[in-house]
């Protein structure tokens, strides 16, 4: 009993991608920054620094950036003003919040009032007026109750179109699982749900998703894409990480299966007349990552004269880094070659390593920072998100300058 205890422990203090562990941020930034090698032709800078464990990133109408701080249950912008590439301040826009962690901003068409920001909880989502001039939430309003507790406490926000002509947004909201794998009592649990921006009609969106931590939507198709980390303890190389387009109503496969319907025999030990992993049952993985690589940000270079033509419609995806495997792996930000469908030719797309050096030895503890968030902008930038050494690095192309 003493051993499953702290396997429990182990577990729970190692969750990849539940949520920030507490750590101290970097004490010296140039030290970071020179230990990271970035693809040929792009920069990589400090934009902010000392914040604890920053997370997802958005931008509002007037592209101030803000970021979740979960560990700190605080939200915060970081302006930047003179367009230095440096934020001038921290600016506390929401605290005193349970593990917050997704960020949507929603703006009314032109001569509608002030726009709104969300900010989902581990146990609600919330609804703010948001004061641009002063950089302040206000008004909260709770929409959402949300199933708190469990080993992924993370809950991310997307604000999606309607797949109907003159259909209204509505808010996706992912929840992991409470479990590395097992049979969920909760409906929200291990799926992403939908509701109307004013937290009315909620309902499963998609299922059989153990832990999406992150979603965005392709800027040509409009489609929702999101990461999803694979369960633990089936050794090094098994199950993929994977990348998935999430279409309403789908089921992605945990706990039964995973990757590209490959049936979970260590888990359900059923017997079955067909594969219960195979399409239309089951959706497989769109990418495979490697196992435990713990995806967690992704975005798309747009179609902006701002980035190059030959890095339109990448993907670039973070790796926030595996924590229980015999070589450690991830610990990276990667590149994926797509069209401008999302689509790829061969059985897996080409990808690059776009940001590496994080991990600097052969242990996950010799890792000086963990990539979590990114967004891409169409001005030509990309913020990243190190919720381990406490900094967010602002990436431009130079073309080699």
Known sequence: MAGLAYA??????????????ISKPAANTDELLKNLKIESGFLISIFADNLVNPRVLIHDNSGNLFTSLTSEGKVVALPDKNADGKADDVKIVAEGLKNPHGLAFYCPPAGGKRCSLYIAEENQVAVYDYDETNFKALNKKKIIDLPAGGNHFTRTLLIAPSDEPGGKERILISMGSTCNVCNEENIARGKIMASDLDGKNLEVFAAGLRNSVFMTLHPITGQVWATEMGRDLLGDDLPPDEINIIQEGKNYGWPTCFGNNIHDTAFDKNTYVRNPCMEPFEMPSLIDIPAHSAPLGLGFIPESKAWPQKYWHNLFVAYHGSWNRTQP??????????????????????????????????????????????????????????????????????GGQ
Request: aromatic fraction near 14%; proline fraction near 4%; avoid cysteine.
């Open 8 to 21: 429990g422990w182990f577990y729970w203090q190692n969750l990849r991608g539940a949520g920030p562990v």
């Open 329 to 398: 792996t991830g610990y990276k930000v990667v590149r994926y070659e797509l069209d401008s469908s999302g689509d790829y030719e061969g059985n897996s797309p080409k990808t690059h390593d776009f940001i590496t050096g994080w991990l600097q030895g052969e242990d996950k503890d010799s890792a000086i920072g963990r990539p979590a968030g990114i967004l891409v902008l169409d001005n030509g930038l990309m913020y990243i998100s190190d919720d381990k050494a406490g900094v967010i690095y602002l990436v431009k192309y130079t």
